[in-house]
């Protein structure tokens, strides 16, 4: 199988920021990284904020293979996790889900330098 990377975009409302981001890494994130077929997670906050002021911030996780994701949103702890998300967050966010998977992998080859 063919790895593949689930990547959430998410913007917040500023004023939300602080305490979204201590959810998100202190709960989410690691409860979702102890799915199967989750590897590990970066996340990156963009530069520039959305046109309306709120700051974006995009999760990339590193997958065995899409299935990972098919498993993953249809588990308890999916359900659970988006349920809180939108209770305590649901009108601070917008989120976006995408999966893909690798087509190639090019990698710097320092020892020609």
């Given amino acids: 199988m063919k ?6 975009t998410i913007e917040v409302s500023p004023g939300s920021e602080a305490a979204w ?3 998100h890494e202190q709960t989410h994130v690691p409860e979702v990284l102890r ?3 989750f590897l590990s997670c970066r996340k990156w906050r963009d530069t520039t904020a959305a046109e309306d002021g709120w700051v974006r911030y995009v999760c990339h996780y590193e997958l065995t293979g899409p299935d990972a994701v098919e498993r ?6 999916a359900k659970r996790l988006r349920a809180d998300s939108d ?5 601070v966010t917008r ?8 087509v190639a992998r090019f990698e710097l080859d320092t020892e020609s330098e």
């Fill in 21 to 23: 981001n201590r959810w």
């Fill in 95 to 102: 989120l976006w889900r995408q999966v893909f998977t690798e």
């Fill in 72 to 77: 993953y949103a249809a588990s308890d702890a």
């Fill in 87 to 91: 209770l305590k967050f649901g009108y």
């Fill in 35 to 37: 799915q199967p077929g």
């Fill in 3 to 8: 790895p593949a990377l689930y990547v959430v």
